[in-house]
């Protein structure tokens, strides 16, 4: 789903929110109770691979005391141990960047996932518990 799909939604439900551009990132993040951040990978360490600017947006939460949540079903736990290798993909021919970044879990509050809210120093365990096939 896209941001959009998300306000339709919101609309639909009557739940208020404020839109902001990227260029107000800061001003958002200052009036907001709460980061919400997608995670893309959930590795060993309890760190997330997430789009590369999610470090900037949890330092300005920080900075602004506000609890930062990454987002992620269960099956992105890296239990393969693969997922670094999106740390290598680049976009772009003239000037590539990288697509991703890894984010310390230091930077995380909580991790939400299909079986509740998790401290990072939890959530592999949790993962494990909840997906036994995952243990393998």
Request: hydrophobic residues 35%.
């Amino acid at each position: 789903e896209t941001g959009r799909d998300l306000i339709k939604k919101l609309d639909e439900k009557k739940i208020e929110y404020y839109l902001y551009p990227d260029l107000a990132m800061e001003h958002a993040i200052s009036v907001s109770d709460i980061c919400f951040i997608g995670g893309d990978a959930i590795l060993e360490n309890n760190n997330s691979i997430v789009k590369t600017g999610t470090n900037i947006v949890t330092n300005i939460a920080k900075k602004n005391n506000c609890p930062v949540y990454v987002c992620a079903h269960s099956w992105k736990y890296d239990n393969k141990k693969q997922a670094n290798t999106l740390l290598n993909y680049k976009f772009g021919e003239k000037n590539p960047t990288f697509i991703y970044e890894q984010l310390s879990s230091i930077n995380i509050n909580s991790y939400i996932t299909e079986h509740g809210i998790f401290k990072p120093e939890h959530v592999v365990e949790e993962i494990k518990y909840f997906n036994k096939w995952m243990r393998i």
